[in-house]
Each structure stands twice: as C-alpha cells, then as structure tokens.
C-alpha cells in the first residue's frame, strides 16, 4: 500500500459504513474523518452554527452546504500525519462537492486513491435504521433485539446510556434514503467511470464484507 492512501465510503443509512470505518481504524490503523459525525456534534451545541445546521439536518433534513463541509474537512486533515491511512466518510455527497474534496485533499498532497460503497437497498435502511440505537460517547452502533434488549441499554465500554438519532424514525429513513439516491449515487457513478470504485454488498456478515474492502485496500 502506498503512503497517504486515502479511500472515501459511501453508503446509504444503515449500509454499516461506521462498522467498516471502525475495523480499518483497528486493523490497519487508519484514520476516520467522519463529517457526518462532526456536523451531529456541532448540531447538538447552542451556537448560530449548531442551530443552522440542526435545521438543516434535523428539521428539513437536507445537506449542509459545501462551505461548511470544507471547512469540517479542512480541519480533520490538518491533524493527520501525512503517512497514515485516511477514511473520509461523509464527503463528497454530492457532484458538486467532488471538486472540494480533491482539491482539499490536494493541499495536504493527498487523492481519491479508492472510492468505497457499501450498496444497500432502501426497504433493508429502512429495516436497519429502525432498531439502530448509538453510544452518544463513541458513537458505536447497537441494533435493539440483537445486542440489546432492555429500554435503558447502556454502552458496555463508555458505560453512558444509548440512544437513538432524532432523524432515525421510518420517515427521516425514508428522506435520507432518497436524498442519498438523488445526490449521492451520482457521486458513486463518478468514482466508477473513474476506474477506482470498489463496490461491496451491504448485507452480507460485516467481518466477511471487512475481508473484501481489507483486501482492495491492503492491493494498493
């Protein structure tokens, strides 16, 4: 692998983008910028950004504009060592941010060395998302019924109570879904007529999915 690699993942919700960005953190000690997880935090405060941007995600729940976008990825990469593995999650989610994002990446002498997508269809979303609870602390993902099963479930690592996303509902599903179809899979066909798109089924085991995205990445 060469140095500076960088990958973005796409992905619809509930595709397990955050499982796949967590096993290349653990195993090839890679770096994760996840924008989305950025912009949720800075939602959450009680500043004229934070409140724009909960609008914007919360209540009409569309994407923030390029600007803010820049300015979270900008911020993210100037921390990374030059050498080290960067997984961008959240950017570009749309035609027009692609421009951004490479000539982002070209000031820290970095480019789109894979493009990741995790496809997954929007009634399996829909499915997903609706029994997904988060640990509000390490922002790992928990499904109700599988790792969970009591009301007031706790994070076993953080020991913080779990909780579920406010556009985590079937409708809030539904609407990111479709914007993510509209604006979103453009982004993935241009990373295929490209030539470095690396598609993946989002059903299958997440260790075995691992295993397809470990092996493109490590090849190059």
Same mark, same amino acid.
């Given at each position: 692998?060469?140095?500076?690699f960088?990958?973005?993942l796409?992905?619809?919700?509930g595709s397990?983008?955050?499982?796949?960005?967590n096993?290349?953190?653990?195993?090839l000690?890679?770096?994760?910028?996840?924008?989305?997880?950025?912009?949720?935090?800075?939602?959450?405060?009680?500043t004229?950004?934070?409140?724009?941007?909960?609008?914007?995600?919360n209540?009409?729940?569309?994407?923030?504009?390029?600007?803010?976008?820049?300015?979270?990825l900008?911020?993210?990469?100037?921390?990374?060592?030059?050498?080290?593995?960067?997984i961008?999650?959240?950017?570009?989610?749309?035609?027009?941010?692609?421009?951004?994002?490479?000539?982002?990446?070209?000031?820290?002498?970095?480019?789109?060395?894979?493009?990741?997508?995790?496809?997954?269809?929007?009634?399996?979303?829909?499915?997903?998302?609706?029994?997904r609870? #988060? &640990? /509000?602390? +390490?922002?790992?993902?928990?499904? %109700?019924?599988? $790792?969970?099963? *009591? @009301?007031?479930? #706790? &994070? /076993?690592? +953080?020991?913080?109570?779990?909780? %579920?996303?406010? $556009?985590?509902? *079937? @409708?809030?599903?539904?609407?990111?879904?479709?914007?993510?179809?509209?604006?979103?899979?453009?982004?993935?066909?241009?990373?295929?007529?490209?030539?470095?798109?690396?598609?993946?089924?989002?059903?299958?085991d997440?260790?075995?999915l691992?295993g397809?995205?470990?092996?493109?990445?490590v090849?190059?």
């Open positions: 692998m060469s140095t500076a960088t990958a973005i796409l992905g619809p919700p397990g983008k955050s499982t796949q960005a096993f290349l953190v653990k195993e000690e890679a770096v994760h910028v996840d924008i989305g997880l950025a912009l949720r935090k800075t939602a959450e405060m009680s004229p950004l934070g409140v724009r941007i909960s609008d914007i995600m209540r009409r729940k569309e994407l923030v504009p390029d600007d803010i976008v820049e300015e979270v900008s911020g993210a990469l100037a921390s990374v060592s030059p050498d080290r593995l960067v961008i999650d959240g950017a570009p989610r749309c035609s027009a941010q692609i421009g951004i994002v490479d000539a982002m990446l070209k000031i820290f002498e970095r480019k789109v060395d894979a493009a990741i997508y995790v496809a997954l269809s929007e009634k399996e979303s829909v499915r997903r998302i609706s029994r609870w #988060m &640990c /509000p602390q +390490c922002n790992r993902p928990f499904v %109700r019924g599988a $790792d969970f099963q *009591e @009301e007031n479930a #706790m &994070c /076993p690592t +953080c020991r913080v109570r779990l909780l %579920r996303r406010k $556009d985590d509902t *079937e @409708e809030g599903v539904r609407k990111r879904f479709q914007v993510f179809a509209l604006n979103t899979l453009p982004v993935v066909e241009h990373y295929r007529k490209e030539g470095n798109l690396l598609e993946v089924d989002g059903t299958k997440p260790v075995m691992f397809d995205i470990r092996a493109h990445v090849s190059h």
